[in-house]
């Protein structure tokens, strides 16, 4: 309970490398190992997530196998298991709902809970570490909490001690717990972005704060993204925990069957990757994004197999679908089959706009950059070979 207090209390819980804490709930021999989650026993394909004694060599999320490899020759990989996964995602979920209804699922790993009305007659911090320890001895999950009054300061505050932190952020304190982080930890910052501010002498929050630092930090993103982050930062953002929020998140899906039963990668993946555009192109039609990626395939006994990965971050980009399209393919084809029918499908698909406002602060600023490269290539092959050799669907002539 907190005394003269008026306003929201927001907590946001963030499973703590998830992925592989599921595992070593599996599998105990895991704990204390540098370990990480992908593609067991091959150098295709990428990492889903590390685990934090990994992460002390370098080995991340989205890295190349063979790349981990290089860098820790001794790195134990395990196959994903998804429907643990959920399970258990289910499970800590339960848990936060003997505490309140006002419960908003950011991803598999992470949620915002109100906990105003639960922190009438106890201590929001004593609350949090309530919850912390039975998601970790029922369940045996290590978590960390963050508490403020809006989503975003509860999300910044859980990231600030991992694993198992509880951190609570009150606006009086912003000076004292947020300036001194690194910009790069501002929550939704782009990864292209933050270097740019750095190289630029803006380092830490409290210079991104800095009033003499504004026409500069203006001149690097922008003044939108300047004045939204600035907001969210001083306690100025949405302290509204939706439910619902992510109620009209749907999928898309398309397949194709072949008159002729093929069983060559390269047969199956130049379909796949025909299939892939056309999908690709109705969710950026639609201004979706997405953060997993579902291939579906059905042999010439009628067996229908379906594997999906999720990746860390929602995206539109066919190029990083395509290498996901790939790894799958490689990971669920058989020597000795043919197959009748191969598709592939987005899952969880969400608006671009709740992205930006929730997700992304800087992500403008870097699209425009890349969508102007991408126009002054298209003029310069045009001004080569002829008008409109090249274009933007959105531009093609009628």
Partial sequence: MLKNYNGRIIFHIDMNAYFCSVHCKLNPTLRGKAFAVGREGTYKGVLSTASY????????????????????????????????????????????????????????DE?????????????????????????????????????????????????????LGVTMIRRGELDKILYPLSVKDIFGIGKKTYPRLIENGIETIGD??????????????????????????????????????????KSISTETTFDVHLGSVVEILAVLRGLLRDITKRLTDGDYVTKTVVLTMRDSDFHTISKRTSLDEYTDDIYVFNNV??????????EDKTYRLVGVGFAGIIKRSELKEEYNLFTIN????????????????NDK??????????????
Avoid: W
Wanted: hydrophobic letters at 40%.
């Fill in 53 to 108: 004694e990994a992460r002390k060599y370098g080995i991340h999320s989205a890295m190349p196998i063979t790349e981990a490899y290089k860098i820790l020759p001794t790195l134990l990989v395990v196959n994903h298991n998804f429907s643990e996964y959920k399970k258990n995602h289910y499970l800590f979920i339960d848990i936060i709902k003997q505490y309140t209804n006002l419960i908003e699922v950011a991803s598999i």
């Fill in 111 to 163: 949620v915002y809970a109100d906990m105003t009305d639960a922190c009438k007659n106890m201590h929001p911090l004593v609350l949090a570490k309530e919850i912390q320890l039975r998601i970790l001895r029922e369940l045996d999950l290590p978590c960390s909490i963050g508490i403020a009054a809006t989503l975003f300061l509860a999300k910044m505050a859980s990231d600030i001690k991992k694993p």
């Fill in 208 to 249: 991104f704060m800095n009033p003499e630092n504004e026409d500069l930090i203006i001149s690097l993103i922008g003044i939108n993204s300047y004045s939204y982050a600035k907001e969210c930062i001083l306690g100025r953002s949405s302290d509204k925990v939706i439910p619902d929020r992510h109620a009209t998140s």
């Fill in 325 to 334: 399209i790939e790894d799958l393919l490689t990971e669920l084809i058989e």
């Fill in 366 to 381: 870097d699209k425009v950059i890349k969508e102007n490269n991408i126009k002054k290539l298209m003029k310069d092959i």
């Fill in 385 to 398: 070979f002829g008008e409109d050799i090249i274009y933007f669907n959105k531009d093609k002539k009628k």
